[in-house]
């Protein structure tokens, strides 16, 4: 029987970074089908901050945090082949609850670590890494004959966007907020790279493809940059929506697409293309692969402590991050 008490971080009604609360609660062995995971890594990502301010609103409080982690295997249910104690691990999971010490997980949610990944990197770039490899093979599969824009360059998934379409053979154009992370998306492989705050970065894109504008638009910004994106795209153009921290996309009347020429639009999930275990896994052996052959080449995650977790979320919230955070379990 399993002893001991996990740390947990949680919250009692929406608000902001001030409403996270630090709890202790018993540990619980897994049941039949389960591990109990001792957790190293936690990420911290912009979803995280929807829940918490209730832009994404929960079905009941108090709640925890989180989609994602790392660490080892402390204990197995019944029926658990997939795993043994002590070995290195990390998921991507809802329902919610990563921001925790210690965690009960279905082992078919459950991806092992290899070895030459550190746990730190895995347990806070798989969210952001999955996204990018969903994005780049399946909403919008690049090839070398194709132009295509990363808003956020300099971000957790924007850099390993443009790192991957970069090594699939595209031509990358990445956006970032402001000049100074102008370097980071150009060192992650964008051929050029625009400010996305300037008025004109449309048109110097369309300027960059010599009028005709890009294959597809990867959008993790949302808001008022939906329908800009929708201007940077050639005709049968796709845009891949896959994230709003600047806000709801606006009231949109399809024909738009209709006039802008045939465009596609496409609201990608993680979650949809990790329904299954044998997907998971599959995807998860292909980043980490990517990560081992040097093709995914981010710095090492910056890790705030296990009580700094309003100071990671207001940071994260105001862009004065670059690449992927989280919390160290430790």
Known sequence: MTTGTARTIEFDHPGGPAVLQWRTRPLTDPGAGEVLIEQDAIGVNFIDIQHRSGRYPLAAYPSSLGIEASGHVLAIGEG?????????????????????????????????????????????????????????????????????????????????????ASHKGARVIGTVGSADKRELALAAGCHEVLINTSADWVSSCRELTGGAGVHAVYDGIGGAMFEQSLLALRPNGVLASYGTPAGPIPPFDIFRLNQLGSLHVTSPSIFTFNKTTAALRERSADVFAQALAGVLRTDAPRLYAFDQAREAHSDLAARRTTGSIGLSAG
Do not use: E, M
């Not at 809802?94 to 092992?112: E, F, K, Q």
């Not at 956020?152 to 390993?160: D, K, P």
């Open 80 to 164: 658990v082949q997939d795993f043994s104690v002590g070995d290195r691990v990390a998921y991507i999971h809802l329902p919610i609850g990563a921001y925790t010490t210690h965690r009960v997980l279905p082992a078919g949610r459950v991806v092992p670590v290899p070895k030459g990944i550190p746990l730190d990197w895995a347990g806070v770039t798989l969210n952001r890494a999955l996204t990018a490899q969903y994005l780049v093979n399946d909403s919008f599969p690049v090839s070398a004959q194709h132009v295509v824009l990363v808003h956020a360059a300099a971000g957790g998934v924007g850099q390993i966007l443009a790192q991957w």
